[in-house]
């Protein structure tokens, strides 16, 4: 049986309640000291294709290594899950990890439930497209956001087999301390006692890697940065003078986080009306657009362990982290 795309409609995210809460988080963040924007917004459909380009940048290594990590360990991973019914996976990218994890680390072919929740619904239907292929597996994709895609799968009837939640990409990186915490605890309130979650972390490294993964010598990095501005023009009817920003990536080694900013080279008065804003950029100001924290493998154990989980096992390769871990009573 096959439940291809069966897109939730009742809390779906749609165009028009986007674009108002865009507008109003970039009103609400273009007005803190320092100026900021949230890196969420990056992912339109350019800016999620030069994501894709920086995922095969040879100085960003996060994909290949959590690529690498099922291939090795897919078995050992599952063996810890059994007997195992439900997969969701949060954030589905293009469902390739998880492909991995399942034709690889799968013993027999028990009827497998594939979960997909992300906002894309382009990201859901390619993802379903490849996992629908594997065999006994049905795919449910929830056009949501995370937290509230998990409440509805609680909400479905379950099974007295175990679930797996995968929150892969490093995408906890891009969460402060308190926002990780506070994600982890509010995805373990949908999860029953003894489910696991398999979560990937970009591991500290040296300054020079870290800086040469976020300012590559191609620049796509800095256009995937510009973009949240070109972004802001398009869909806000923002007047931001592209040409007279710089990308600048700086390690902040105290809060352990790559910081991405955008740097204002010349003066500059900027509209953007959606946001009810009007203010005036001078030479040298910075807008913050992301930070990406860097963990160390008993950061990530502990981090785990403070939101209600107990860590059953860690895999590491190219200094990126998967760690296994289970929700406790
Ligand atoms: C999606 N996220 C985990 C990426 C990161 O590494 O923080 C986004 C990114 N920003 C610049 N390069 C990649």
């Not at 049986?1 to 986007?18: N, Y």
């Not at 969701?88 to 072919?109: H, N, Q, T």
């Amino acid at each position: 049986m096959r439940e291809k795309h069966l897109t939730q409609s009742a809390g779906s995210v749609d165009a028009a309640s986007e674009r108002s809460s865009f507008a109003d988080a970039v009103g609400y963040y273009l007005s803190l000291q320092p100026r900021q924007l949230p890196s969420r917004y990056f992912y339109d459909a350019l800016g999620s294709a030069l994501f894709e380009a920086i995922c095969r940048l040879p100085w960003y290594p996060v994909t290949r290594a959590e690529t690498r990590l099922p291939e090795c360990h897919a078995r050992a991973i599952l063996s810890h899950l059994d007997p195992l019914s439900t997969v969701i996976e949060l954030g589905s990218g293009s469902g390739g990890k998880l492909g991995l994890l399942i034709a690889l680390g799968r013993r027999s072919p028990n009827p497998l439930t594939v979960h997909l929740v992300d906002v894309s619904p382009t990201a859901l239907a390619a993802a379903s497209d490849a996992l629908s292929r594997l065999e006994a597996t049905t795919v449910v994709t929830h056009a949501l956001r995370y937290e509230e895609g998990m409440a509805q799968i609680a909400s479905r009837p379950r099974t007295s087999c175990r679930n797996v939640v995968l929150f892969l990409g490093s995408n906890i990186g891009n969460f402060d301390r308190p926002g990780a915490a506070a994600f982890l605890r509010a995805i373990g309130s949908s999860m029953a006692e003894g489910d696991g979650l398999l979560v990937g972390t970009d591991l500290v490294k040296s300054e020079r890697d870290l800086l040469l993964a976020y300012d590559d010598p191609l620049g796509v990095t800095a256009a995937f940065n510009r973009n949240l501005l070109v972004r802001i023009n398009r869909e806000l009817d923002g007047d931001f003078d592209l040409d007279a920003f710089a990308h600048r990536a700086l390690w902040n080694g105290a809060e352990s986080r790559v910081e991405m900013h955008l740097v204002c080279t010349r003066p500059q008065q900027v509209t953007i009306p959606a946001s009810g804003l009007d203010f005036t950029m001078p030479d040298g100001e910075s807008i913050w657009t992301e930070s990406s924290y860097k963990y160390r493998p008993e950061g990530v154990a502990a981090m785990l362990e403070h939101a209600g989980f107990l860590v059953v096992a860690q895999w590491i390769d190219g200094g990126f982290a998967l760690t296994l871990a289970s929700r406790s009573a």
